[in-house]
């Protein structure tokens, strides 16, 4: 199975911060990783597919980036509708697999 | 718009089963292939199962296979997970997952499978 590892696993920031969460994986993968955004009581939302692209709608502050094994989700400005958790995810190979997840905080 | 709406959680001894279903609308449901993803209280996503468009292809982590079953209706624009022999650990939000090239771009809202004696 694809191991796939997060980090940090939780972060405070600020308001207006830049923030960045890596997501490693434990064989190449190319590029097959998403990102998904998930709020407390709500299913998780798509942000990032194909490691860089946005889905429809999602604001151009967020952004994805890397291939192979090592990967970078960042947020440019941060606002504060984006206090959630979030999550990668391979699909390069079953079993598909997640990250642990990265909880961004308010400091 | 696309909706995936999920029933059929609750409580249920260990041991026992129960098939959750997920009503799908606003989607050509035969055009996809579909996906339940859990979610243990308070722990990260886990993927369950996979099924293509037409059914053929079914996919399941190591940790479900010979218990879960995903199964589909295009008449009836329904998707399905019959999971048996249920364990505690099994206790999650299990959700119903469209997808699109192994992208999960549609999610319902989750339906709460506690396993409890």
């Known amino acids: 199975d694809i191991r796939m590892t997060q980090s940090p696993s939780s972060l405070s920031a600020s308001v207006g911060d830049r923030v960045t969460i890596s997501c490693q994986a434990s064989?190449?993968?190319?590029?097959?990783l998403n990102w998904y955004q998930q709020k407390p009581g709500k299913a998780p939302k798509l942000l990032i597919y194909d490691a860089s692209n946005f889905e429809t709608g999602v604001p151009s502050r967020f952004s994805g980036g890397g291939s192979g094994t090592d990967f970078t989700f960042t947020i440019s400005s941060l606002q504060p509708e984006d206090f959630a958790t979030y999550y990668c995810?391979?699909?390069?190979?079953?079993?598909?697999?997640f990250g642990q997840g990265t909880r961004l905080e308010i400091k | 718009q696309v909706q995936l709406v999920e029933s059929g959680g609750g409580v249920v001894q260990p041991g026992r089963s129960l098939r959750l279903s997920c009503v799908t609308s606003g989607l050509i449901f035969s055009s996809y292939d579909m996906n339940w993803v859990r979610q243990a209280p308070g722990k990260g996503l886990e993927w369950v199962a996979r099924i293509s468009y037409d059914g053929s292809d079914k996919y399941y982590a190591d940790s479900f296979k010979g218990r879960f079953t995903i199964s589909r209706d295009d008449s009836k624009n329904t998707l399905y997970l019959q999971m048996n022999s249920l364990r505690a650990e099994d206790t999650a939000v299990y959700y119903c997952v469209r997808d699109q090239g192994r992208i999960f771009d549609y999610w319902g809202q989750g339906t709460l499978v506690t396993v409890s004696s």
């Open positions: 995810q391979q699909y390069d190979d079953f079993p598909l697999t």
């Open positions: 064989q190449d993968i190319n590029k097959y």
